[in-house]
């Protein structure tokens, strides 16, 4: 069965330090690509999407992510975090074979210390 | 413009009684998606409702679960009798185009805290 992957569970980090955080899927077709952001008391909200093209992709408040196909991996980045960036983070995709749904990694609680 | 609110938002329940949740879209959005997530792990897919037709229930655990959509506008998701593996958040989610989790149009709620003593 398809699945999404997220290696860490929880990370802390200082404001300013540099954050990636690991996606993998396991499906060798066409996929879909997500992060989502839910900020404390908030909805799930979508942080970049990644279809086609460039591999590299950007994403609002200074977020990026990687498609790297080889490693089946969909890494995101931010050079710098800020405070405000704590939340938990999902990465989330959809398989060509069934648009009708994400799959979900378990979640990242991303913790800024100021 | 209101955003899914989802009703309520926090419910604690014991094993064997009922629960139902709410969730309303955004208004004009025919797709309406639950999904689940339990103790802290990945968020599950429960189903996706067209309008009021059930367009994909794979997710669904089991029939103790039934998701219902009358006329299209609000659903409600009751679980009879609840069991302590039930416990978790419910989220819903909503998408005027059918292919939103392609374009990542979808839009969620904040879900509903379901706890099962």
């Known amino acids: 069965a398809q699945s999404v992957s997220q290696h860490n569970h929880h990370v802390i980090l200082s404001e300013a330090a540099s954050l990636e955080l690991g996606c993998n899927y396991s499906?060798?077709?066409?996929?879909?690509l997500f992060w989502y952001v839910q900020y404390p008391g908030q909805h799930l909200q979508l942080l970049l999407k990644y279809f086609s093209g460039d591999p590299l992709v950007k994403g609002i408040k200074g977020f990026e992510a990687e498609f790297i196909k080889s490693k089946f991996s969909f890494n995101l980045r931010k050079p710098s975090v800020q405070w405000s960036d704590t939340a938990e983070y999902f990465c989330?995709?959809?398989?060509?074979?069934?648009?009708?749904?994400?799959?979900f990694g378990s979640g990242t609680k991303l913790n800024v210390k100021p | 413009e209101a955003g899914v609110t989802q009703f309520p938002s926090h419910s604690v329940i014991e094993k064997g009684q009922t629960v139902t949740l709410r969730c309303d879209p955004i208004?004009?959005?025919?797709?309406l998606y639950w999904y689940r997530r339990v103790m802290g792990k990945e968020i599950k897919f429960l189903l996706h409702f067209v309008k009021e037709s059930k367009q994909d229930e794979s997710g669904m655990p089991n029939n103790r679960f039934l998701a219902e959509r009358t006329g299209g506008t609000y659903s409600t998701l009751k679980v009879q009798p609840a069991e302590l593996e039930d416990s978790g958040v419910y989220f819903c989610?909503?998408?005027?185009?059918?292919?939103?989790?392609?374009?990542?149009?979808?839009?969620f709620g904040e879900g509903s805290r379901l706890t099962v003593l």
């Open positions: 989330a995709v959809s398989f060509s074979y069934n648009f009708n749904k994400f799959y």
């Open positions: 989610a909503s998408s005027q185009d059918r292919l939103a989790v392609v374009t990542g149009e979808l839009f």
């Open positions: 208004s004009g959005h025919d797709n």
């Open positions: 499906y060798g077709g066409t996929v879909n």
